[in-house]
Every structure is written in structure tokens, then in C-alpha cells.
């Protein structure tokens, strides 16, 4: 099974700051990864696929790259609706896996 | 809009199943992969299985032994059903769509399923 390992677990930030993430896999996966954004008490929110496509109705603030096994996600300038957990996924092969997260924290 | 609306019991004993149901308004089961997820309270993400249109399931492998997810196309429902639950099977669980296997664009509201003795 693939493993995926997101660094740091947390990240303390300040609105407008540039904050960059990063997820891991134990094998490449191409580019079958996604991004969620998950609030306290609330579903997870699709972001990112593809490792860069944005889902239609996220800001543009909010990049992905990456492909093998190395892939980042960057919210080019924090906004406070932003302060969440960020979760990547690998879907390039059963079963589907989720990183642990990066909780962004307020500074 | 497409909205997922989850239903199921959400207290259980050791060694009960676990039944819980998802209802999709503002669109179809076809075309696409439906899938549930769990959350263990202050945890990550566990993808625990997946059935598509065409009634094909792929499960998490530790869990397989117990688990069966279903479909009723005719009602725009699909469903999870759980058995020999222990205290490690805690969790919000969750439905949700797969426009591509995988990617998941519509979650339900979430359910807390306890169990305890």
C-alpha cells in the first residue's frame, strides 16, 4: 500500500503570509494527488487534483505542484477563512490514502 | 447542487454491525464512484471503500472481512454496513462522490458512530 506523509503536522502563520506545505509518498504516483481542506466539525473540502488542477470555486490563491513521489501545496497569501487542516491524497492506486494532515494555526 | 445526506444508527455495542445510508439529491448515482470515509475523533482520514455505478466495490483490505457497501440506484442511495464493530470502528463517518475514482467533490454532513459496551 502507498503511505503518505504531510510535513509539518503544524504551522503557525499570519494573514498574508506566503505558506507552503508538503506531502510525501512511499512510491510515485504521477500526479494522482489531491488537496482538502477540512474546518473543525465539517467535511472535507476538495481543493486541488491532479497534484495542480484547482477544483472550480477555489480561490486562486491556493497552488499545487509536484508528481513521483514529492508534491507541495502553497496559499500564496493566508487569508483568515484558511486557518484549517489540509489533508493530500494519493488516488493512483487501491487503496486510496490520506497524509495525517498540516493543521495552519494562527501566529 | 448536488447534496449527500447521511442517516444510520450512531450508538452501538461491541460486536454489532454498523448500518449507516447515503442519499444523493441534485443528481445521480450513474456515472460515477461513491465512497465512505472515517475520521476517528482528533484523527485523519481512512478511506474505507468504494462502489461505483456499475456495482463494482473495492474495500480497504483490513477491512474487508467485515465490510459490504451497496447501492440502490433507483432511490439514489447507497450504503455501509459494518459488522463485529469494536471500539477501534469510533469514528465520524462519511459518505462521498468520486467524479474520478479517487477524488472526492461532494462529502455528506458526517455521522459520529460510537461504540461502546
Known amino acids: 500500500d502507498i503511505q503518505m506523509t504531510q510535513s509539518p503536522s503544524t504551522l503557525s502563520a499570519s494573514v498574508g503570509d506566503r505558506v507552503t506545505f508538503t506531502c510525501r509518498a512511499s512510491q510515485s504516483i504521477s500526479t494522482y494527488l489531491a488537496w482538502y481542506q477540512q474546518k473543525p466539525g465539517k467535511a472535507p473540502e476538495l481543493l486541488i487534483y491532479?497534484?495542480?488542477t484547482l477544483q472550480t470555486g477555489v480561490p486562486s490563491r491556493f497552488s499545487g505542484s509536484g508528481s513521483g513521489t514529492e508534491f507541495t501545496l502553497t496559499i500564496s497569501s493566508l487569508q483568515p477563512d484558511d486557518f484549517a487542516t489540509y489533508y493530500c491524497?494519493?488516488?493512483?492506486?487501491?487503496?486510496?490514502?490520506f497524509g495525517q494532515g498540516t493543521k495552519v494555526e494562527i501566529k | 447542487q448536488v447534496q449527500l445526506q447521511q442517516w444510520g444508527a450512531r450508538l452501538l455495542k461491541p460486536s454489532e454491525t454498523l448500518s449507516l445510508a447515503c442519499g444523493v439529491h441534485g443528481g445521480s448515482l450513474s456515472g460515477y464512484y461513491w465512497s465512505w470515509i472515517r475520521q476517528p475523533p482528533g484523527e485523519g482520514l481512512e478511506w474505507i471503500g468504494e462502489?461505483?455505478?456499475?456495482?463494482?466495490?473495492n474495500y480497504k483490505t483490513s477491512l474487508k472481512s467485515r465490510l459490504t457497501i451497496s447501492q440502490d440506484m433507483s432511490h439514489n442511495q447507497f450504503f455501509l454496513n459494518l459488522s463485529s464493530v469494536t471500539a477501534a470502528d469510533t469514528a465520524v463517518y462519511y459518505c462521498?462522490?468520486?467524479?474520478?475514482?479517487?477524488?472526492?467533490?461532494?462529502w455528506g454532513q458526517g455521522a459520529l458512530v460510537t461504540v461502546s459496551s
Open positions: 491532479k497534484a495542480s
Open positions: 462521498a462522490r468520486g467524479f474520478w475514482s479517487g477524488v472526492f467533490d461532494y
Open positions: 491524497q494519493q488516488y493512483q492506486s487501491y487503496e486510496w490514502a
Open positions: 462502489i461505483n455505478h456499475r456495482g463494482s466495490s
